[in-house]
T-cell receptor, first 111, second 111 residues
Framework: NAGVTQTPKFQVLKTGQSMTLQCAQD?????MSWYRQDPGMGLRLIHY???????DQGEVPNGYNVSRSTTEDFPLRLLSAAPSQTSVYFC??????????FGSGTQLSVL | SQQGEEDPQALSIQEGENATMNCSYK?????LQWYRQNSGRGLVHLIL?????REKHSGRLRVTLDTSKKSSSLLITASRAADTASYFC???????????FGKGTRLSVIA
């Protein structure tokens, strides 16, 4: 079991560029989510999904798009990157008992 | 907005001492969880306590939950340098509702 795999680990974008952060899990979890972590802010929920074909917004969804075509994959798309999106992004999947498994994170800088 | 708030924001202790971190939350919960994050890494699940439980143990960890005060505490006994990390509490309301994290407590254990 690889658990939750995020790619890339590091990314630098210019303002206005778009990109997709990849997230895959091999634990057959229905629930997946994306968080961003900023200094002094803890983790804030961007989007989540309770199963294939179902997504919903979290606390800070603006500027991000998600889709869930398979149980395994939950990519996060930045539509037009802004400096305010400079952050560390974590993908997580959740067991039926509520426990989250996190990926190792993507450090994103938008210049 | 954050549901849980950890206290203190930062804690520095000597190896072998006990470390206590507190978490307060605002609304009714289904369960409360504690996670650890080593610098630059993803969060790792430590322990989950359900709303109908008052205390739970796992190795050197002891978690208490007081739903009347909407608060929880995490005690790490006989701390080690390897316990140096940030600790987060997280709550969810019920079922597949998202997990909401606090801002964390930074623990430093000095050898």
């Amino acid at each position: 079991n690889a658990g939750v795999t995020q790619t890339p680990k590091f990314q630098v974008l210019k303002t206005g560029q778009s990109m997709t952060l990849q997230c895959a899990q091999d634990m057959n979890h229905e629930y997946m989510s994306w968080y961003r972590q900023d200094p002094g802010m803890g983790l804030r929920l961007i989007h989540y999904s309770v199963g294939a074909g179902i997504t919903d917004q979290g606390e800070v969804p603006n500027g991000y798009n998600v889709s869930r075509s398979t149980t395994e994959d939950f990519p996060l798309r930045l539509l037009s990157a802004a400096p305010s999106q400079t952050s560390v992004y974590f993908c997580a999947s959740r067991t039926t008992t509520g426990k989250l498994f996190f990926g190792s994170g993507t450090q994103l800088s938008v210049l | 907005s954050q549901q849980g708030e950890e206290d203190p924001q930062a804690l520095s202790i000597q190896e072998g001492e006990n470390a206590t971190m507190n978490c307060s939350y605002k609304t009714s919960i289904n369960n409360l969880q504690w996670y650890r994050q080593n610098s630059g890494r993803g969060l790792v699940h430590l322990i989950l306590i359900r709303s109908n439980e008052r205390e739970k143990h796992s190795g050197r960890l002891r978690v208490t939950l007081d739903t009347s005060k909407k608060s929880s505490s995490l005690l790490i006994t006989a701390s080690r340098a390897a316990d140096t990390a940030s600790y987060f509490c997280a709550t969810d309301a019920a079922g597949n509702t998202p997990l909401v994290f606090g801002k964390g407590t930074r623990l430093s254990v000095i050898a």
